[in-house]
């Protein structure tokens, strides 16, 4: 059974930077997509960033992309997610989530559905 455990939240000022790391273990085959999304009060949760095992471009999403990098350690297993010029808005619970043995990650958005092993979350608060 794939565990995901996740690390690096906090709270934050506008502006500022949090690094979102996620352990994974148990995995029974080598190639997978790791993902975050986020899920803030009263919203749908909506994914982020997702990063294949195997390389290739990873997936941001608009709201994200060119403050947010996500990267990975396959010799640990654990993805990272950097996230600068925080803004308000990025406030939310954020998830890890893996699929494996597949052979890639979406190109043109996450979904829940896709994601079979899940995080507990880890929240980020983005306030002055």
């Known amino acids: 059974q794939v565990q995901l455990v996740e690390s690096g939240g906090g709270s934050v000022q506008p502006g500022g930077s949090l690094r979102l790391s996620c352990a994974a273990s148990g995995y029974t085959y080598s190639s997978n997509c790791m993902g975050w999304f986020r899920q803030a009060p009263g919203k749908e949760r909506e994914g982020v960033a997702a990063?294949?095992?195997?390389?290739?471009?990873?997936y941001y999403d608009d709201s994200v992309k060119g403050r947010f990098t996500i990267s990975q350690d396959n010799a640990k297993n654990t993805v990272y997610l950097q996230m600068n010029s925080l803004k308000p808005e990025d406030t939310a619970m954020y998830y890890c989530?893996?699929?494996?043995?597949?052979?890639?990650?979406?190109?043109?958005?996450?979904?829940?559905?896709?994601?079979?092993?899940w995080g507990q979350g880890t929240q980020v608060t983005v306030s002055s």
């Open positions: 990063i294949y095992s195997g390389g290739g471009s990873p």
């Open positions: 989530a893996a699929e494996e043995n597949v052979g890639g990650c979406p190109s043109e958005g996450l979904y829940e559905w896709a994601f079979p092993y």
